[in-house]
T-cell receptor, first 114, second 114 residues
Framework: NAGVTQTPKFQVLKTGQSMTLQCAQD?????MYWYRQDPGMGLRLIYY???????DKGEVPNGYNVSRLNKREFSLRLESAAPSQTSVYFC?????????????FGEGSRLTVL | AQSVTQLGSHVSVSEGALVLLRCNYS??????LFWYVQYPNQGLQLLLK??????LVKGINGFEAEFKKSETSFHLTKPSAHMSDAAEYFC????????????FGKGITLSVRP
């Protein structure tokens, strides 16, 4: 039972390069989310998708784009990476609305931008 | 808007001692409250949640938390710490109304001494 799978687990980029973080869930959940985790700052929501075909900005969307490819997959793209985007990125999903349901997290993708 | 405050960034206890991790919230409406745990190099997983039912909530691994409206608190406790409890713990709050999003605290690292 895979749950939420993120790829890649580690990535090093140079400033200005682009990349896409992939996320897939096998729990038939409607809602999916991208968070970033930075030391001393907890988790901050970047973008979320309440259902297939919809996406909305979270707390820190600048510099990112997302695509809800289908019900299973939700990707996060950095078009022109900056050192401030060095972070650990987590994808999560939930079967009900976020505030009453449980979030299921992937294991994270550690990104370093030089 | 909702927010949570987790005072301090690190708590250290001896194995077998009481664990107390503090969380205070701010919310303009009666909130939903959550505790998540993150073990090293893993994603977050739900420990327990309060969604306006019983004020004393029991979670996994012997943890519990009590919602105290008068103190705007949702502290996490465990009577006897185990080495395996060493992890980072996050308190989170949400507005019960539709389409609300979770707001996480900055997290507290729990260390357990032999």
């Amino acid at each position: 039972n895979a749950g939420v799978t993120q790829t890649p687990k580690f990535q090093v980029l140079k400033t200005g390069q682009s990349m896409t973080l992939q996320c897939a869930q096998d729990m038939n959940h409607n809602s999916m989310y991208w968070y970033r985790q930075d030391p001393g700052m907890g988790l901050r929501l970047i973008y979320y998708s309440a259902s297939e075909g919809t996406t909305d900005k979270g707390e820190v969307p600048n510099g990112y784009n997302v695509s809800r490819l289908n019900k299973r997959e939700f990707s996060l793209r950095l078009e022109s990476a900056a050192p401030s985007q060095t972070s650990v990125y987590f994808c999560a999903s939930s079967g009900t609305s976020m505030n009453t349901g449980e979030l299921f997290f992937g294991e994270g993708s550690r990104l370093t931008v030089l | 808007a909702q927010s949570v405050t987790q005072l301090g960034s690190h708590v250290s206890v001896s194995e077998g001692a009481l664990v107390l991790l503090r969380c205070n919230y701010s919310s303009s409406v009666p909130p939903y409250l959550f505790w998540y745990v993150q073990y090293p190099n893993q994603g977050l997983q739900l420990l327990l949640k309060y969604t306006s039912a019983a004020t004393l909530v029991k979670g996994i691994n012997g943890f519990e938390a009590e919602f105290k409206k008068s103190e705007t608190s949702f502290h996490l406790t465990k009577p006897s710490a185990h080495m395996s409890d060493a992890a980072e713990y996050f308190c989170a709050v949400s507005d019960p109304r539709a389409n609300s999003k979770l707001t996480f605290g900055k997290g507290i690292t729990l260390s357990v001494r032999p």
